[in-house]
């Protein structure tokens, strides 16, 4: 039996094929998010990878931000449901979930079935998100993705007083032409990040284990950074950001089973 999870998010496009929801046979991500060709992009993709075609799919789950515009799918679930899911699956014992995204960081607390309980989101504002950290890599002329690598070498870290991304924007390019070391202020950054990532935690309390899910959570320095503020280990699996895209195949399964079930009454 053949499910599939999208999940549609403001930056990235990530989709997962499960095989009678315990084989990932199937993947794909794109670096787009909704409102653009991202969607159907990540969609053909991920069946290309397994060699599928759309026919092969018994039901199609979708989620994130971008899920009401997707008409493929049989079916839609929230973020929450879903990265609740999507980290249990990857990790059991987790407890307290950070999501950081391209736009948004939510935290929820889940239950020993992968159920969410409650959960908290930032307010619209960039700081503390992936858009933060990329409009930083943009100043500083540096990959996203080096960002984590870059902070490793850091020496003395440089504080970054303002969180307003734009504000912090000005701060860097101030710091950069005082000649500040990079590495310091990548550390600077993720620093910030991390704090305001905190804040939002400490509100509902830090249950552990703790695991990432999102984008960012590929930035071990952020991982490092949030570690140190909440004093606790973070799980990191590699497959941090195909969380969402896990926990929607992983329900499509369940929801075929509960039906199969449902017709043999
Ligand atoms: P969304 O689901 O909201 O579209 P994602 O969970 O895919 O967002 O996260 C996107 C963010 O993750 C990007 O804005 C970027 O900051 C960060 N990101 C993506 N890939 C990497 C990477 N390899 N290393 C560090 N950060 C990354």
Known sequence: MLTMGIDIGSTTCKCIIFKDGSEIVGRAIVPLGTGTSGPQQVFQTALSSGG?????MERILVTGYGRFSFDEADTQKSEITCHAQGIHYLFPSARTVIDIGGQDIKVL?????????????????????GRFLDVMAGVLNVRTED?????????????????CTVFAESEVISKLSANVRLADLVAGIHTSVA?????????????KDVAMSGGVALNQGIVRALSRELKTDILIHKDC??????????IANQELLRQARDNKK
């Open 109 to 129: 607390h889940i239950s020993g079935r992968g159920m969410a309980d409650n959960f908290v989101m930032n307010d619209k504002c960039a700081a503390g998100t």
């Open 147 to 163: 960002l984590g690598s870059i902070s490793m070498e850091a020496e003395n870290e440089v504080r970054i007083s303002n969180t």
């Open 195 to 207: 704090t305001r990532v905190a804040s939002l935690v400490f509100r509902n309390g830090v249950v």
């Open 52 to 56: 599928f075609v759309r026919e092969d």
């Open 241 to 250: 950001q195909f969380a969402g895209a896990i926990g929607a195949a992983l």
